[in-house]
């Protein structure tokens, strides 16, 4: 009972709540429209951005990184549209060149300024691409809910238009919604999350938080609102127990832990939610009784 | 330096042959997904033979790699979700399992998610195998094993494999096996992935499943064509890769995921006016 009332661990759990309650919501579109893996692409894709901002400007400061990291996961999110759109290519081949193009730009520049002596002090990259798992400060819980809350919002703001471009995108054009700017709003939120997620869980971990509480919304509910609803509840009832787990257990970081949560909230709606297997397999068993 | 390169050229044709059918099945991420999950494998391993440099290591990433596979062909079946979302529930999940076993049971012990994630093709000649009285890199002996043996199935199972990617539904009609087929590549793809990672790193590996097939998708539809122009693309790939590494002297298995992709887009921008595949159709 001591840890749940800490002050240490309501700051880190705040966090993290929040974070996974708005990255469920924000999630959700993407894998409703079949492109969950698109932010595990962006997210590789920032890499040669932060080091591209460091030999610009020569500092490790976070704020020029993360405009470095942000600027390269638009062109990337570009690209991978333009490819998609204008030839056969589908999206998952897309995202597997522009992930590995981009990570391996990052990999020959950051060999580059290594073996440079008028670089100094790279060795802070590292860090920054694979996530810390130091505890989350004061600060960085101002950060994160800072950025839910104004992708929220937007998100909110824009809710309708979404919610008719999820489901019919050329019906939305017909209506005179401005498909693209929708289209880059989400990416826009959605890179943000990343980058706000980037010192909590991680960037290859933060993929989970954005697919699997929508996945299971989606085992549970037909609605969108309803969706979004289960999502953003999973993803913060899962971002608090991760995040109790890893205060009470020594060696477990709270990114991982996190993942485990959902992880087991996803099989058990596989297995018991309406849509789930085992209610399923008893709707198939009568009606083969009754016919 | 003529080692690294044709270690370089081995690992690209038998990935990027594999990969002409990973992309025409929209898999490709597949091998993404199992960059991440081999960790798990390792990890286990390593808990085992409490010895980083064991074969055991390599199989355990293997066995995993598979795991990884059937799981996220599981969960697509069942229907509960799409494939690309499995496929993220599956890696990361898997992936977060081996996080926490390495930071609370192996913190003191050097295994690093980097040096799986970046691999360095310049080591792979130093380890080393004697055949027949003649000293090979073992990377080298290895990946042209598994080269030889995806060529032979791609061969053995052309028809079939043709079939289940263009038309999954008359390849069942047929009698073909697609299940089988399908499992069958996945297996090759999985061990190909985990042998090829221990060589040249696994962002360089994704980019040599995907990028060369891809490249030759843009210009062609005929199968036969496609894989002749992958694995032209590939070697391409690797040799242009390889030189500008060398010249510049930065870690080549970025520079050859990066030429990759810029060859990629030269096509992809010279064939917007269908040029490209006019030309190839009149050669």
Known sequence: ?291 | MIEVFLVLLVTALSASLLGVFLVLNKQVMTTDALSHTILLGIVLAFFITDELRSPLLIIGAAAVGLITVYLIEFVTRSGLMKHDAATGIVFTGLFAAAVILVSRYADDVHLDIDVVLMGQVLFAPLNRIDIFGISLPYALVQLTILLMINTLFVLLFYKDLKVSSFDPVYAAAAGISTVLIHYSLMTLVSITAVTAFDAVGSILVISFFAAPAATAYLVTKRLSHMIWLTLSTAAFNSLAGCALGYFTDTSIAGSVAFISLLTFFIVFIFNSTRLLSKVYKKA
């Open chain 1, 1 to 291: 009972m001591d840890i749940l009332t800490s002050y240490s661990f309501l700051v880190v759990a705040l966090g993290t709540v929040i974070l996974a309650a708005a990255a469920g919501i924000i999630g959700s579109v993407s894998v409703l429209k079949g492109q969950s893996l698109i932010g595990d692409a962006v997210g590789h894709a920032t890499f040669p951005g932060v080091v591209l901002a460091f030999m610009l400007t020569g500092v490790m400061e976070t704020s020029i990184l993360i405009i470095g990291a942000v600027s390269l996961g638009i062109i990337a999110f570009l690209l991978i549209n333009m490819m998609t759109e204008r030839s056969k290519i589908s999206l998952d081949s897309a995202l597997a060149i522009v992930l590995s193009g981009f990570f391996g730009l990052g990999m020959a520049l950051k060999s580059y300024i290594q073996g440079n002596p008028n670089f100094n002090g790279t060795q802070g990259i590292d860090d920054f691409i694979f996530g810390q798992a130091a505890y989350i400060l004061k600060s960085d819980v101002y950060l994160i809910s800072l950025i839910s809350v104004i992708s929220l919002i937007l998100f909110l703001i824009f809710y309708q238009q979404i919610k008719i471009y999820v489901f019919d995108p050329v019906y939305a054009r017909t209506i005179g919604i401005n498909v693209k700017l929708i289209n880059v709003l989400i990416l826009i939120m959605t890179i943000l999350l990343i980058a706000a997620g980037l010192k909590s869980v991680g960037a290859v971990l933060i993929v989970n938080i954005l697919i699997a509480p929508a996945v299971i919304g989606m085992l549970w509910s037909n609605k969108f609102s309803s969706v979004l609803a289960v999502a953003a509840c999973a993803g913060a009832l899962s971002a608090f127990s991760g995040t109790y787990i890893s205060t009470a257990l020594t060696g477990i970081a709270t990114g991982p832990a996190i993942i485990l949560s959902l992880s087991i909230c996803v099989i058990i709606s596989m297995l018991a939610a309406p849509k789930g297997i085992v209610l399923k397999k008893y709707r198939m068993k009568k009606l083969g009784e009754s016919l």
